[in-house]
């Protein structure tokens, strides 16, 4: 068998240099117009997504029978290693079919502003870390960019795969059970799919607030800067911070308050404080847009599509939706301080025991507490969802919780209201089972484990 791996390997590898020669001496002979005699563009299809998808793949085959070849791959990896690519070569496929990407130019624009030394677009509603490194690809052109940052989240890809197994495992789920859990969440995943197919930084933040949670309390500066990262993406992961603040580690919160500063300054150093006066700027013309859009799940969305029908006025709307997000953030640390009382998902023996009961809860205020919440933005509810698969016993929640599965992760995003707010009801859903929840761990949570574990590999 080894000799057989072996052999293939050399046969991939020559194969490899092989079409590499080729190209190279094609385009040393005829320039770019000789690669496109050889290299056809389908009609609907992007070419640089299709060559990357056709290179990626390619190489992960190459990684597959290395990994193989030289025994990396043993009883005690096999799920995972299988998962990472069931999901990759799934996901490549997918990709490669799309023709139009959608909110990297949003990225670009923002950049380019930032290069021209203008404002930032009201498109843009983060703060300016992202456009400010951006800007530096920006000679790449359109195409230039998309690859870069399509790459990117293909790799990122693989690292939530990773680091969404390892989490589970930290609150106590088997591996099997857990690259289970994972690959199953990921095969099937409207706003996975949107994250991707959008070119969204969704995964990059999500990566780094996974990583920040492993990396407590062993490594704090790692666990802080990480977690400052991802909310200068994003700035919605700022909710999380009050986990670790549950933990009293005030070295983490140092670590963290300098991390941020620090980060903040780079944009300062490089564009001034003007980008930062914009973003706050984005952020209330945000909050006073009149109408609505049926793939904005927001309590603002959803409220706004009432007012002309109930006669509320727009002003006494937004009353409202201010009320309706006072009572989410309430009912947030209700459950996360009931869930950090009764060690709701790991006990009192477990490495950071308040952190980890006290974040599930807070992904839901991190999602629904923000102006406007995209059926792509369903990707940071992962933990939220996936750890009360450990802990739900009784028959009744386990349909209301394949309900909310239903609509925020299987629904294709659609147009209708009020169907579309499924996904502003799931994340409430979640957070009344938290409230309801009993079990550390559940029979079938149990069984599961057992089960998996009995099969011989």
């Not at 969704?202 to 666990?223: C, D, E, I, K, R």
């Not at 992961?237 to 603040?245: C, E, R, T, Y």
Request: hydrophobic residues 60%.
């Amino acid at each position: 068998m080894k000799h057989s791996l072996q052999t293939a390997f050399k046969s991939w590898i020559g194969l490899t240099l092989l079409v590499l020669a080729s190209l190279a001496a094609i385009f040393l002979r005829n320039g770019m117009d000789g690669l496109s005699l050889f290299i056809q563009q389908w009609p609907l299809s992007n070419l640089v997504v299709t060559l990357l998808s056709t290179a990626i793949t390619w190489l992960l085959l190459g990684a597959l029978i290395y990994m193989w070849m030289s025994e990396k791959i043993n009883a005690g990896n096999v799920f995972l290693v299988a998962g990472f690519f069931l999901v990759l070569f799934l996901y490549l496929n997918i990709l490669r079919e799309r023709f139009r990407y959608g909110d990297y130019a949003y990225y670009i624009e923002a950049a380019t502003a930032l290069l021209n030394n203008q404002h930032l677009p009201d498109t843009y509603l983060y703060l300016p870390l992202w456009a400010t490194l951006l800007q530096y690809i920006v000679p790449l052109g359109d195409q230039g960019v998309l690859a870069i940052l399509w790459t990117m989240n293909i790799v990122m890809l693989g690292l939530f795969y990773v680091l969404l197994v390892r989490v589970l495992e930290r609150y106590g789920y088997s591996n099997r059970l857990a690259v289970l859990i994972a690959v199953l969440f990921m095969l099937v995943n409207t706003p996975l799919h949107r994250t991707l197919g959008y070119v969204q930084v969704n995964l990059l933040v999500m990566v780094l607030v996974m990583y920040s949670l492993l990396a407590f309390p062993g490594n704090t500066f790692l666990s802080a800067l990480a977690m400052a990262l991802a909310v200068h993406l994003k700035t919605s992961p700022a909710a999380l911070v009050l986990a670790f603040l549950l933990e009293r580690n005030w070295r983490w919160l140092a670590w963290f308050a300098l991390s941020f500063i620090v980060i903040a300054l780079i944009p300062l150093a490089l564009e001034g404080v003007t980008p930062y006066f914009d973003y706050v700027a984005n952020i209330r013309i945000l909050t006073r847009i009149a109408d609505t859009n049926f793939h904005d799940t927001s309590f603002d969305s959803f409220l706004r599509f009432l007012d002309p029908f109930l006669g509320i006025g727009i002003q006494t709307t937004r009353w409202i939706i201010y009320a309706a997000k006072a009572v989410l953030g309430l009912s947030t640390i209700l459950v996360m301080l009931q869930n950090v009382r009764r060690h709701a998902f790991v006990d009192d023996q477990a490495a950071s025991p308040a952190l980890l009961n006290a974040l599930p809860s807070l992904f839901v205020v991190m999602t629904l507490a923000s102006p406007i919440v995209w059926d792509h933005h369903g990707i940071f509810l992962t933990l939220s969802f996936l750890l009360l698969i450990k802990c739900i016993e009784m028959p009744f929640l386990w349909v209301w919780f394949g309900f909310a599965y239903f609509l925020e992760f299987i629904l294709p995003s659609f147009d209708f209201f009020p169907w579309s707010f499924g996904r502003l009801l799931a994340p409430m859903i979640v957070l009344w089972l938290m409230w309801k929840n009993t079990n550390r761990s559940s029979s079938f949570f149990e069984n599961a484990s057992r089960t998996l574990a009995a099969w011989k590999i």
